[in-house]
Every structure is written in structure tokens, then in C-alpha cells.
């Protein structure tokens, strides 16, 4: 199976897309594969359903920042590329799905309690969100 793959099924086994992204992403930084869903619990749906930037996007960027991020913090070298490389990761994924908003790609503001429920209802993360990981999975592997 490929990282997009596994990704999918561990959305698909109740997982969010940020905690799907990094876990699939973990073992090759050395991050414990247990500790990478717990990192990124919070940032799935919109940042805690508060109708932000979309989960796999967030668990994305945790893997640019895994793979160009400094550890010094005069690492402006390190810094420079990181950011350079998430505004290269979300111009490409926002020209493949017209935005980087979970509220606009979901249709839905996740925020909103009846609207949450209402997206709940009509399975549309099950649904939609697939793509949004399988997209940003790919993106990031042919960046990095």
C-alpha cells in the first residue's frame, strides 16, 4: 500500500485526516507511531471543528515541518525553506480543491453545531475527506 493509502484507512478506522497524515508519515522521521495520533488529535476537523484550515493540511505541514524544520532557533536557512515549502504545499493543493478552508471544502461549518450534525447525518467527510488526504499525501511526497 502506498502513504496515501494508509492514510485513507486509518481515516476510515475512525482516525482524523492531521492524526492519518502524520501517522503514516511518523515512523520515517522517527517520530513513535503512537505518539503522532495524540500530537495531532486537535488539529483535525478545521482545528477542533472551529472551521480553520483543513486537517490534512495541518498533518501535512507537520510533515514539511518534520523534514525541513530547524531545531536551532538562529536556523533561518531551516525556517526560510520550511515556510517556502507549506506555501508551495497549499498554492498546489488549493489549485486541486479550490481552497485550504475545511468549512469550504466539506461544505460544511463543522464549527456549527446543526450543521455538524447535519454533515454527520449525510456522511460527508466519509465521503469527501478521502480525496483531501490521498491530495495532500501525494502533494507533500513529491515535495519532500
Do not use: W
Not at 515556510?83 to 497549499?90: D, G, I
Not at 460544511?108 to 450543521?115: A, G
Not at 454533515?119 to 465521503?127: G, L, N, P, R, Y
Amino acid at each position: 500500500m502506498t502513504k496515501a493509502e494508509d492514510a485513507v484507512a486509518l481515516f476510515q478506522q475512525g482516525f482524523n485526516c492531521t492524526q492519518s497524515i502524520l501517522s503514516v508519515f511518523a515512523p520515517d522521521f522517527g517520530l513513535d507511531r503512537d505518539m503522532a495520533p495524540r500530537i495531532s488529535q486537535g488539529f483535525g476537523a478545521g482545528m477542533g471543528r472551529t472551521d480553520n484550515i483543513c486537517g490534512s493540511l495541518s498533518g501535512a505541514i507537520m510533515v514539511i515541518g518534520l523534514r525541513y524544520g530547524g531545531i536551532r532557533p538562529d536556523d533561518n536557512a531551516a525556517k526560510e525553506k520550511t515556510y517556502a515549502v507549506v506555501r508551495e504545499f497549499l498554492q498546489e493543493f488549493k489549485t486541486l480543491n479550490g481552497s485550504v478552508a475545511c468549512t469550504d471544502l466539506l461544505g460544511y461549518n463543522l464549527s456549527d453545531p446543526k450543521q455538524f450534525a447535519d454533515a454527520k447525518t449525510h456522511k460527508v467527510a466519509m465521503e469527501r475527506c478521502p480525496t483531501y488526504i490521498q491530495d495532500a499525501v501525494e502533494l507533500v511526497e513529491t515535495l519532500l
